[in-house]
């Protein structure tokens, strides 16, 4: 069975650092998510893309965060510098669909992030 | 308000019990509806999706209520395996964008 692959598993940094983390979605999905959960709350998006294009990265910390998808396959979502508040689980999920349908979104096992 | 409420729980219930978890969404524009289901450190996974209709699926069956911006879930004889959190999803808008609610921690004891 398919699946959706991300890298690394555990990623342990010091404040003001930079961190990136990796994601290989299903081959031929087209639409590729990043969210962030805090433990004990929902997973919360951080941006969408259909192939290499934004779709929405309004909840984006934008002076802190930068994902791209340049060849519309895998994709890599950076922090630097990393703060205490980003210690979470990154998801990386994607989806068959078009931004006018709605499916199935696949999720990879995550990448947990821990800020010192 | 948030835009997919739960209560987060825990409900603790013995096995074979029926258990039932409710979430409200505010956006009235919503079209489709999730349950997805995590285990402890791992990633969601769909569980099923909420029809106008109502759907079951074995043990779990699913309703929605779009007067009241209503969504429920339904487990009845409750297994061990069943322990998790459930959590509600609803579409953002029109697309694949998809909100979750905080989750509700089901544990089933023996």
């Known amino acids: 069975e398919a699946e959706v692959a991300q890298s690394p598993r555990y990623k342990i940094t010091e404040k003001s650092q930079a961190v990136a983390f990796w994601c290989d979605p299903i081959s031929g999905h087209a639409t590729l998510y990043w969210y962030r959960q805090i433990l004990g709350q929902g997973p919360e998006l951080l941006v969408q893309?259909?192939?290499?294009?934004?779709?929405?990265d309004s909840q984006l910390p934008k002076d802190r965060f930068s994902a791209e998808r340049l060849k519309g396959v895998d994709s890599t979502l950076k922090i630097q510098p990393a703060e205490l508040g980003d210690s979470a689980m990154y998801l990386c999920?994607?989806?068959?669909?078009?931004?006018?349908?709605?499916?199935?979104?696949?999720f990879g096992p995550g990448t947990r992030l821990t800020v010192t | 308000r948030k835009e997919v409420e739960q209560d987060p729980g825990p409900f603790n219930v013995p096995e074979g019990a029926t258990v039932a978890f409710n979430c409200t969404y505010s956006n009235s524009a919503s079209q489709s509806f999730f349950w997805y289901r995590q285990d402890c450190r791992k990633e969601p996974k769909l569980l099923m999706s909420?029809?106008?209709s109502g759907n079951e699926d074995g043990r779990f069956t699913a309703q929605l209520n779009r007067a009241s911006q209503y969504i429920s879930l339904l487990i009845r004889d409750s297994k061990l395996s069943d322990s998790a959190t459930y959590l509600c999803?609803?579409?953002?808008?029109?697309?694949?964008?998809?909100?979750f609610g905080g989750g509700t921690r089901l544990m089933v004891k023996p």
């Open positions: 999920a994607s989806s068959s669909a078009g931004t006018g349908n709605s499916y199935e979104q696949y």
């Open positions: 909420v029809y106008s």
């Open positions: 999803v609803v579409n953002k808008r029109a697309g694949n964008m998809l909100t």
């Open positions: 893309f259909q192939d290499e294009s934004v779709v929405d």
